[in-house]
Each structure stands twice: as structure tokens, then as C-alpha cells.
């Protein structure tokens, strides 16, 4: 065996429930150390490897976690045996668990090195395609001994543990990083840990128009690092009010104004700016050092979706079921945390405002899903499944070339709780006891009471989606919700 030095970066994610369920089985008060072993699914991406807990198996102390012979405490081998064999059948990578004392730093011992070195080989040769690895927690601290299928050998940066309140657990506290000045003002909020946390930090943003847009400025200013956005249009005259950073010549009105004959009007609207490169204007703007990748598409495309499996956040700020169904597909099934923002001004039949809001709905991998709270129509689905022109064929709707009316200060309330929210979980500011509500803003309503409404949002064990059944931690196992650009 070889130990490799390592060129990327390996993580572990964890979804709330199994969080909850391996601390009280790991800390249950009595200072001593017992067991578990996590079944994991394995996601390569650019960044690195991203194992997914997918599984997790307690072991009963004194019965699957006994005195050791050479250590003090050990799995037995019926126990090791069961799990190997449940991990193969789901294809699951295998880790074994336990717990040491300490807070802040952790670190396996000789003999537990030593019993990897022993048992591991012949665990790999039982797994057949996946690594197997050992994992030790203390109650701030996490590090991992993980062997590859190909012989290599390396450790785990990071295990992330999802939930209202994110945390994250290295093998010891990362050394303080240097300060930069430029984000003195906001440093002194978060600390420089917190801006070097952002620097390292991948955003996605599905579509920037209204809400997007001021999303993209918000976070390129406040010092992320790197920045996904997917957006598949350009630029229209009446898009400038409320995209930020736009100019009016990016839609390129000469062409484009009513009087013009129609094959110039359409010829303009092919020329225009697309979005994501105002998006990218803005960013470098505010940090020219930034990563940008503007994506010029559909997050409905295999290609596209596939992009933003590897991003830490994603915000969802496009308006349609398509992209609330790939979108809530990939936090579930990749643990990434996303929030949905919008705007909407809602009119009756004869024109009338009978409703103004902002939306904020933060998605928790596997506590809180638009699935589970009926917030993805499959009727609309359907529709949107449609070509434009079927759809005005069929009346689904009345004209598809008349918009719903929408306005930056709406946009720019939803935006920036979004973002608010995205920042304290990130640089780790919220209380212990943080509890995720979906918010809704009605600037219109008469009683003061009902002007913000905060739903508790709910999630189904047994849902296809965020169930541990479902989508969560499937990773590559699944295929996203998608249409393939195979073959196109
Ligand atoms: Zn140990
Ligand atoms: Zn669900």
C-alpha cells in the first residue's frame, strides 16, 4: 500500500438525521468510545472525491463492539461481514466508526492504524469497486483513513455534517489565515476564518435575472471564491430595470425597438448580452480574481445540471417547476444546500394586483423539500414540457409572450434574506439551536402580523425524493431529473 499525498481534497457529507442519530450513539454522556459503521456513496468530481452517508449502522456495545486484543474496543467480524455485505449490495463505499475523547483535534491511534493495516486489504478484495476506511470523531473533530480500490490511500479533509445549522469537522482547527484588507469592514462581523471560508467556497446560481442578479453581485462582493451560473437568455430592453449591472446597450435597442421590421427585432435579440456574461461583468468587477463559470444554458440538461454537483450552495432563482425539480433533485441527492428566492406580483382576471411577495425557502438535504411540501405541479410540469408553440395551441395558458409584472425592490428583498442566510451558515454565526423556517414577505397586507409568513417546511421519509430511501445521498447512483443532451 502506498500512501498517497493528497492532490484533491476528499470530504464527507452527512445528512441531518444520520448526524443526529451517529452523535447520540457516539457522545451518549458516558466518555466512552463506541462504534458504528457508515455506508457511503462515492461522487468524483473536479474538486475531489465527495463520499455521501447514505447508510449508517450502530454498533450495540458489547454485542458488535467488544473489548479488542490489541485495542481498546473492536467491531467483531460477524458484525464487519453483515455490513461489507450490505455495502456491496447497495454499492456502497465502507466505513468503520468510532469515537474518541477530546474536543478539537482527533487522530487515530497506533493500534487503530495498526488494525487497518491489518483488516483493510482484505476488506478492499471483499468490496470488490469500493474503498473501505475508518473513520474517528471527537465532539469538534473528525479525521478518516481512507484506502482506494487502486491501491492509494488518503485522508479525509473535511466531514460536513448538513442540517439548519452546517458544521464542519477537520482533524484539528485549519491555522488562522492571513487577514485581507479589502474585506476588513466584513471580517470584523465573521473573522478571518469566515472570509477564508467564502474564498474557498463553489456558488451556484440558476438564473440570474431579477432575483439572480443582485444574488451574483451579493456574493461576488462579499469575497466567494468561485461562482456557477446558468442562465440560457439574453438581454431584453425591459430585462434592464431589474437585471443588476445590465445596460441598456447590452440589449442593443437599436435594433430591437417596436419599429423596427421583425427580422432586425430578431436578429437583435440574438445579438444581445447573454445574462450570465453581465453576471460575469459584475463579478470580476467587485473581484477580478474570481472563478467564473457562465453557463449558457438550461439547468434542465444533463450537461448543465451535471455542473453544479460539486458546488457547496446553490441558489435557485429561476421560475420554473423544471428547474425546482432538478434543482431540489440535487440538494437531496448530492447534499447540497440550496434556497429557492423569488418575486411575485399576482393579478386577477381583470388586471387586478390581488397579491405582492418576496419568497425565501432555504432546502436542507433531507429535511426540507419542494417535493414534500407540493411546491413542484406535475401539471405544470407537464405544460412546461411543452413547446411554446403547443402550449398556445392547447391554452394551457393565455398568451405566453405577455410576462408577469416584477420589480427590483421585490427581487432585492428575497435576494438579500437569501443571501443573509447562505453567509451565518457558511461562516458559522448561527446559535446551536438554529431552526430553518421558509419565509414569505407581503409588503401589501393591512395587518403588520401577516406581512412576513414563516412555514415550517416538512419532509417525508418515505418521499422519493428526500427519503433515505429515495434520492438522498444517492449520488451518481440516480439520474437527476433531466433531459440528455446525448446524441444532440
Ligand atoms: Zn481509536
Ligand atoms: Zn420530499
Known amino acids: 500500500m502506498v500512501t498517497q499525498s493528497m492532490t484533491l481534497p476528499a470530504s464527507l457529507h452527512v445528512p441531518p438525521a444520520l448526524a443526529e442519530q451517529l452523535f447520540s450513539h457516539l457522545f451518549p454522556g458516558d466518555g466512552d468510545e463506541h462504534g458504528a459503521v457508515i455506508g457511503a456513496t462515492v461522487v468524483e468530481t473536479q474538486r475531489g472525491t465527495r463520499f455521501l452517508a447514505r447508510r449508517l449502522y450502530l454498533a450495540k456495545d458489547g454485542v458488535d463492539y467488544v473489548p479488542g ?15 461489507i455485505k450490505d455495502c456491496e449490495r447497495e454499492g456502497l463505499a465502507y466505513f468503520a466508526v468510532h469515537c474518541h475523547g477530546g474536543t478539537d483535534h482527533v487522530d487515530f491511534s497506533r493500534d487503530d492504524l495498526a488494525s487497518h493495516e491489518r483488516g483493510y486489504p482484505a476488506l478492499l478484495d471483499n468490496l470488490e469497486h469500493h474503498p473501505v476506511g475508518g473513520l474517528v470523531f471527537a465532539r469538534n473533530a473528525a479525521a478518516g483513513d481512507i484506502w482506494l480500490q487502486d491501491g492509494s490511500r488518503v485522508e479525509l479533509n473535511a466531514t460536513v455534517f448538513h442540517g439548519a445549522r452546517r458544521r464542519v469537522f477537520q482533524p484539528a482547527p485549519a491555522p488562522k489565515p492571513a487577514a485581507d484588507p479589502t474585506y476588513d469592514r466584513q471580517s ?6 469566515g472570509q477564508a471560508v467564502l474564498a474557498s467556497q463553489k456558488v451556484g446560481i440558476v438564473g440570474v435575472g431579477g432575483a439572480g442578479s443582485l444574488v451574483n453581485e451579493y456574493l461576488a462582493r462579499l469575497g466567494v471564491g468561485h461562482l456557477v451560473v446558468v442562465d440560457p437568455d439574453r438581454i431584453e430592453l425591459s430585462n434592464v430595470p431589474r437585471v443588476a449591472g445590465s445596460h441598456r446597450r447590452d440589449a442593443l435597442p437599436w435594433l430591437t425597438k417596436p419599429e423596427r421590421p421583425q427580422f432586425l427585432r430578431a436578429l437583435g435579440r440574438w445579438l444581445a448580452t447573454p445574462k450570465v456574461r453581465v453576471a460575469q461583468r459584475v463579478a470580476r468587477q467587485a473581484n477580478p480574481e474570481i472563478g467564473f463559470d457562465a453557463i449558457r444554458g438550461d ?8 455542473s453544479l454537483t460539486d458546488c457547496d450552495y446553490v441558489f435557485l432563482a429561476a421560475d420554473s417547476m423544471q428547474a425546482r425539480l432538478v434543482v431540489n433533485a440535487l440538494v437531496h441527492q448530492y447534499l447540497i444546500p440550496a434556497v429557492q428566492v423569488g418575486a411575485k406580483v399576482q393579478l386577477d382576471k381583470a388586471g387586478t394586483v390581488t397579491d405582492v ?11 426540507s423539500c419542494l417535493w414534500c411540501n407540493e411546491l413542484i405541479k406535475p401539471a405544470k410540469l407537464q405544460e412546461e414540457a411543452l413547446t411554446p408553440e403547443q402550449r398556445r395551441q392547447q391554452r394551457y395558458v393565455d398568451d405566453v409572450d405577455v410576462h408577469a409584472p416584477s420589480v427590483i425592490t421585490l427581487n432585492a428583498v428575497a435576494a438579500a434574506y437569501a443571501v443573509d442566510n447562505y453567509l451565518m451558515s457558511t461562516v458559522g454565526l448561527r446559535a446551536t439551536d438554529y431552526r430553518e423556517r ?6 401589501l ?23 433515505s430511501n429515495g434520492r438522498l445521498s444517492a449520488g451518481g447512483q440516480r439520474r437527476l431529473p433531466v433531459k440528455s443532451t446525448a446524441g444532440v
Not at 486484543?69 to 455490513?83: E, N, Q, S, V
Not at 411577495?357 to 429535511?367: D, Q
Open 69 to 83: 486484543k490489541r485495542g481498546y474496543r473492536m467491531l467483531t467480524a460477524a458484525f464487519i461481514r453483515d455490513r
Open 188 to 193: 470584523r462581523l465573521f473573522g478571518d476564518r
Open 299 to 306: 439547468v434542465t440538461l444533463d450537461t448543465v445540471a451535471a
Open 357 to 367: 411577495f418576496s419568497v425565501v425557502r432555504p432546502l436542507t438535504p433531507g429535511l
Open 438 to 443: 421558509w419565509t414569505r414577505f407581503h409588503p
Open 445 to 467: 397586507t393591512s395587518t403588520a402580523f401577516d406581512r412576513v409568513i414563516h412555514e415550517i417546511p416538512r419532509s417525508d421519509q418515505s418521499c422519493p425524493e428526500c427519503g
